[in-house]
């Protein structure tokens, strides 16, 4: 029989929060600077409120935490499971995309008001697609900077 913890380690808690934070704040800052300097920001954030966009941003937190917790980077770095983590850090940005458009989809055809984004005028193949593609590419970039970050600084502490 198998006695392995199920779950999250107590010791990794620290690792999670601060790597999906990171990677949140990273990536929500770039895609913020991107949609100020094209003048985006502003009619968005008016069109869909302050509330719709916290709730949205702290789900997509809950998505990086999940997905952080998913990605043992300490470990691949120590036994040299490289390319295990890469694909893992792919299939993890894959899946983080697919439920936060499926959430924001849901939003958007629920959603009383009409709104800048609605659902049903895009054509949905295309943006699963590129949230796929982006998803994985994402994920596979965040997986590969963490562990050539973790890889420099163990070769700094050596």
């Given at each position: 029989?198998?006695?392995?913890?199920?779950?999250?380690?107590?010791?990794?808690?620290?690792?999670?929060?601060?790597?999906?934070?990171?990677?949140?704040?990273?990536?929500?800052?770039?895609?913020?600077?991107v949609l100020h300097?094209?003048g985006e920001l502003?009619?968005?954030?008016?069109?869909?409120?302050?509330?719709?966009?916290?709730?949205?941003?702290?789900?997509?937190?809950?998505?990086?935490?999940?997905?952080?917790?998913?990605?043992?980077?300490?470990?691949?770095?120590?036994?040299?499971?490289?390319?295990?983590?890469?694909?893992?850090?792919?299939?993890?940005?894959?899946?983080?995309?697919?439920?936060?458009?499926?959430?924001?989809?849901?939003?958007?055809?629920?959603?009383?008001?009409?709104?800048?984004?609605?659902?049903?005028?895009?054509?949905?193949?295309?943006?699963?697609?590129?949230?796929?593609?982006?998803?994985?590419?994402?994920?596979?970039?965040?997986?590969?900077?963490?562990?050539?970050?973790?890889i420099y600084s163990?070769?700094?502490?050596?």
């Amino acid at each position: 029989m198998d006695n392995k913890p199920t779950g999250l380690q107590p010791e990794r808690v620290l690792e999670v929060l601060t790597v999906g934070t990171g990677v949140l704040v990273g990536l929500t800052v770039g895609i913020a600077l991107v949609l100020h300097l094209t003048g985006e920001l502003g009619p968005i954030l008016t069109e869909i409120g302050t509330f719709p966009v916290s709730l949205l941003f702290g789900y997509l937190w809950l998505l990086a935490l999940v997905g952080a917790s998913q990605v043992k980077i300490g470990t691949a770095i120590a036994d040299g499971e490289y390319r295990r983590q890469l694909e893992n850090g792919a299939i993890v940005g894959v899946g983080i995309s697919l439920v936060y458009l499926t959430v924001v989809f849901i939003i958007g055809f629920v959603a009383p008001t009409p709104a800048v984004f609605d659902p049903a005028s895009q054509p949905m193949l295309v943006i699963v697609g590129v949230g796929v593609i982006g998803g994985a590419i994402g994920g596979l970039l965040i997986v590969a900077s963490l562990l050539g970050l973790g890889i420099y600084s163990k070769r700094l502490t050596n």
